[in-house]
């Protein structure tokens, strides 16, 4: 089974670092609304810790905020799944066709032995495992891509799956600004409910910082699904 760090976990392009810097930017606001220095301390090693990577880094290198609002799960397996991974990482699987993603071409194995990778054709190019995270929007394998592989891949070692572990499930994946949205909800509520931040000038603070983002000018932020009132972070 795969029992590495995800493929490529070290290598993110412009955009995620982007992405990363505006939660770590959250988190200065909230961590200056910490009055008590010890929960300032407190916070930041367990909740708020920062890792430009696409698996918030080996082990708990990051603070649980990153690890569960901007990461899918870890998981290990006879699968080619990451990890952990960024949520908007490109390159999902899913059981049918969803409409947020295109269906890849195909997918090919090249090498043998230790050496095999796994190729995704996507119109027309080739993505080696390694490379997927490349891809400038978001592409689903299905059931079909996989079935002509069934017999081989079911006899893959465990550095073969650990060396190709490059897609996330479709449940787990969402936008780049749900993600940062559920890191800033998430966020809040830790800083005001566990270490008595001032709610309004946190929450003033933030989605003034989330209104003026750069990253995609398209996407206004806050949504309308963000919360307004204390009660509905400290419930969340």
Same mark, same amino acid.
């Given at each position: 089974?795969?029992t590495?760090?995800?493929i490529?976990?070290?290598?993110?392009?412009?955009?995620d670092?982007?992405?990363? #810097?505006? %939660?770590?930017?959250?988190? @200065?606001?909230?961590?200056?609304?910490?009055?008590?220095?010890?929960?300032? +301390? !407190?916070f930041?090693?367990?909740?708020?810790?920062?890792s430009?990577?696409?698996?918030?880094?080996?082990?708990?290198?990051?603070?649980?905020?990153?690890?569960?609002?901007?990461?899918?799960?870890?998981?290990?397996?006879?699968?080619?799944? #990451?990890? %952990?991974n960024l949520?908007? @990482?490109?390159?999902?699987?899913?059981?049918?066709?969803?409409?947020y993603? +295109? !269906?890849?071409?195909?997918?090919?194995?090249e090498?043998?032995?230790?050496?095999?990778t796994?190729?995704?054709?996507?119109?027309?190019k080739?993505?080696?495992?390694?490379?997927?995270?490349?891809?400038?929007?978001r592409?689903?394998?299905l059931?079909?891509?996989?079935?002509?592989?069934?017999?081989?891949l079911?006899?893959?070692?465990d550095?073969?799956?650990?060396?190709?572990?490059?897609?996330i499930?479709?449940?787990?994946?969402?936008?780049w600004?749900?993600?940062?949205?559920?890191?800033?909800?998430?966020?809040?509520a830790?800083?005001?409910?566990?270490?008595?931040a001032?709610?309004?000038?946190?929450f003033n603070?933030?989605?003034?910082?989330?209104?003026?983002?750069?990253?995609?000018k398209?996407?206004?932020?806050?949504?309308?699904?963000?919360?307004?009132?204390?009660?509905e972070?400290?419930?969340?």
């Amino acid at each position: 089974m795969a029992t590495g760090r995800t493929i490529s976990a070290n290598f993110i392009t412009g955009k995620d670092t982007k992405i990363i #810097s505006l %939660r770590e930017k959250i988190t @200065h606001l909230i961590t200056g609304e910490i009055k008590d220095k010890n929960f300032q +301390k !407190e916070f930041l090693k367990d909740f708020a810790r920062i890792s430009y990577t696409r698996d918030a880094g080996a082990g708990v290198a990051a603070g649980k905020l990153q690890r569960d609002a901007l990461c899918t799960r870890g998981r290990q397996g006879k699968a080619p799944f #990451s990890n %952990r991974n960024l949520r908007w @990482h490109p390159l999902i699987v899913a059981a049918n066709p969803i409409k947020y993603a +295109k !269906e890849i071409d195909k997918i090919k194995i090249e090498g043998k032995d230790e050496s095999q990778t796994l190729v995704f054709i996507i119109n027309g190019k080739r993505y080696p495992s390694p490379k997927v995270y490349e891809l400038n929007q978001r592409h689903v394998a299905l059931p079909k891509h996989w079935l002509p592989y069934i017999d081989n891949l079911k006899h893959w070692s465990d550095n073969l799956w650990t060396q190709n572990s490059c897609v996330i499930p479709s449940l787990e994946a969402c936008d780049w600004n749900d993600a940062v949205e559920t890191y800033a909800i998430l966020g809040i509520a830790v800083g005001i409910e566990i270490y008595q931040a001032n709610f309004e000038k946190i929450f003033n603070s933030i989605t003034d910082l989330l209104s003026k983002q750069t990253i995609d000018k398209k996407i206004t932020l806050p949504s309308k699904v963000f919360p307004n009132k204390k009660s509905e972070f400290i419930n969340c």
